[in-house]
């Protein structure tokens, strides 16, 4: 008997215990809600190298105390080698699509890392859906992927981005497991 299909899920483990959360009706919508923050963290932690976010960071500042607002796009564009393919490169280019558009450059490292945070957990949720359907049934993928659904509308991503563009914070960890009787199922 199988332990459910986020065991073969093709993900890191933040994400499988997201699957595991959205999959167990025991599970309420908070605990897979807090489980969602963790998985975005490791994928920054695993993606983005603190030298790229330390350069990201430093260009908007840069072009947020200069006198002269232009080649903000440019900049930036100039970090692409070291962005990476994953997440770092989303961010990036959330953020050369915002300061083409006129964004404002001291917000602007914030704003790109929620927007790819956000693309990161809904591209994380489709994954298992699509992963939920192969291996099991399309009603179940549809219940897991609608929990989901809702987790990542009312995860704390800000939370996030304050600790992934801070190089000091700790990493937020996965609630413990329930080891016990009396650490049952919430009523």
Known sequence: MSD????????????KRVAESADNEAFGSDEIRDAIPPALEQDCREEMAPEFIEAFKSVCEDQASALFK??????????????????????????IKAASNGGNAADLPEKAM???LIDRA???MWQ?????IRKSTPGRANRVRERMEQAIGNADINGVVR??????AKPVTQAPKRQGLDEGVKL
Request: positive net charge; without cysteine.
């Open 4 to 15: 459910g299909p986020h065991r073969s899920l093709p993900m890191r483990r933040g994400w």
């Open 70 to 95: 232009d080649g903000l796009g440019a900049k930036l564009e100039a970090l692409r080698k070291d962005a990476g393919p994953g997440l770092g490169r989303t961010a990036l280019n959330f953020a």
């Open 114 to 116: 929620k927007d790819a």
């Open 122 to 124: 809904a591209r994380g």
């Open 128 to 132: 298992v859906e699509e992963h939920y």
């Open 163 to 168: 600790r992934v563009l801070d190089p000091k």
